[in-house]
């Protein structure tokens, strides 16, 4: 009896295993699977932008390294001794160092004693960014980060003995909702290889495969950025840089390769052409709507993408300038990645957080407008200048139109070229409870009458967005 009993629940057993191998092998054939991109441009550029991308519209950059020390340009290693030197850095170094004075020696300075991830997580969080992108390693080759493959020459090691990468990672992970980003720059202005390689026309890779590509996977590996802000690949193409490799693996098999996005400087074939999102050059906003996702990458002080010693009050943009900016960009299916140099010491300026408080206080009225938008028919008006529309689908499937209104205008009168007036159309402006009266002119065209608003009651002080649904032409 006994023997029959283990003979039945092994034929049972092999039954049920052949169900669940068969059941399983029908899953496998109609699940889902993900799409193996090739290492060519023709297989990368296939790849969709992820949504959040999409939907962030407003990032910010972050420009830190040895340069924040003597505060005065990003570039100034190159610029004091490249092979075009500028005069006037070469004067300010002799005014202000010893003669004997190497860029090395801007490392022990480095401190960053006043860094708080946590306060600057605080800041980003505030200011409505919906992502945030360090310099992970500039042109000048010092790491963030306790590299291996940059050995004496990283934040670990000289400075700040700490790991800056991570601990900002850390506290924007534990702090905010914000996607966390790296910029990396793929040359180095004077590294012993890549002169080498250049020499030799780059037709060797002994940078590349030896520091390039090795801290590349490293950064992604280690610290799961969800932005991989390539920099420092005009002087040779993507194949030298081996980046179609990278970023095969990247969006195939690396630890974020359902939610990464990159950009396209990968070579001095790729820019506006190959990659991810275009950023074309710095402070890319074309003023029309684009066919592909584009990022304008431009400066919070009009002057500098580092931290400045002789920053004025008048070099930083104005919250007038910045709403502007920010509309235009997104009228025009962009993101704007705003740069704000902290100092040596870790802090952000109070001029730069005041501004990005701001900003948040501005998205937060408005933000509707801005976020998971797409753009319109048009990126601006066609009658009255410094207005830019952004639409969205609502949740009943219609599409409503947002205008964003630079200035208010003269008489509390503004005319509309493009909005197209159906019978239940409706006008509102966002952090104005009260509906918004218009009328269609002898031209046919939407004259809206702005609401005359008591100073305290306004819903903000710069740009103002209004929102028209049921348009005929939405």
């Known amino acids: 009896m006994q023997d029959r009993m283990k003979t039945y629940i092994a034929v049972l057993t092999i039954i049920l295993c052949t169900c669940v191998q068969a059941h399983w092998q029908v899953v496998q054939q109609w699940a889902p699977t993900s799409p193996r991109y090739e290492p060519t441009w023709e297989s990368l550029d296939q790849r969709p932008i992820p949504q959040w991308y999409q939907e962030a519209k407003f990032g910010i950059f972050l420009h830190w390294g040895l340069f924040s020390v003597p505060a005065v340009k990003a570039w100034l290693w190159y610029l004091w001794k490249g092979p075009n030197p500028e005069l006037d850095i070469v004067q300010y170094m002799q005014n202000n160092y010893p003669p004997d004075w190497t860029y090395a020696d801007f490392g022990p300075l480095f401190k960053a004693e006043f860094f708080d991830p946590f306060q600057w997580a605080d800041i980003f969080n505030a200011s409505g960014a919906r992502y945030v992108v360090l310099t992970a390693k500039h042109h000048e080759g010092f790491c963030m980060w306790p590299s291996k493959y940059s050995w004496n020459w990283n934040s670990m090691d000289v400075g700040p003995n700490r790991d800056l990468v991570g601990d900002l990672a850390s506290a924007i992970r534990a702090k905010t909702n914000l996607k966390f980003g790296l910029y990396h720059s793929l040359f180095e202005f004077f590294n012993p290889l890549y002169l080498a390689d250049k020499k030799n026309n780059f037709t060797t890779q002994d940078f590349v495969s030896s520091k390039t590509m090795p801290e590349l996977y490293e950064l992604v590996n280690r610290y799961k950025p969800e932005v991989v802000w390539s920099d420092g690949n005009w002087e040779a193409d993507s194949k030298y840089w081996n980046s179609t490799n990278f970023i095969s693996w990247l969006y195939n098999d690396s630890p974020v390769k359902d939610t990464v996005v990159t950009n396209d400087r990968w070579g001095s074939d790729t820019n506006c052409k190959h990659g991810g999102y275009w950023t074309c050059h710095d402070k890319y906003n074309p003023g029309m709507i684009q066919k592909h996702t584009f990022e304008d990458a431009t400066i919070m002080d009009k002057y500098g993408w580092s931290y400045r010693d002789q920053v004025q009050a008048s070099d930083i943009n104005t919250m007038d300038e910045l709403t502007q900016l920010l509309a235009e960009v997104v009228s025009c299916g962009g993101n704007l990645l705003l740069n704000v140099g902290p100092t040596k010491e870790g802090r952000i300026a109070a001029i730069f957080e005041e501004r990005l408080r701001q900003m948040g206080q501005w998205l937060g009225v408005n933000g509707e407008a801005i976020y998971a938008t797409t753009p319109w028919i048009r990126a601006n008006d066609t009658v ?11 949740a009943s ?18 005319t509309l070229g493009v909005p197209g007036i159906a019978a239940g159309t409706k006008v509102s402006m966002l952090g104005y409870s009260r509906p ?10 939407m004259v809206v009458n702005m609401p005359v608003i ?9 740009a103002w967005a209004l929102k028209l649904q049921g348009l005929a032409n939405a």
């Open 384 to 394: 009255t200048p410094g207005v830019w529309y952004t639409s969205k689908k609502s």
């Open 397 to 414: 499937g219609d599409t409503d139109v947002y205008a964003i209104v630079l200035d208010w205008p003269q008489n509390d009168t503004l």
């Open 436 to 445: 918004v009266s218009f009328t269609r002119n002898p031209q046919g065209q």
């Open 454 to 462: 008591p100073f305290y009651q306004m819903p903000c002080d710069y």
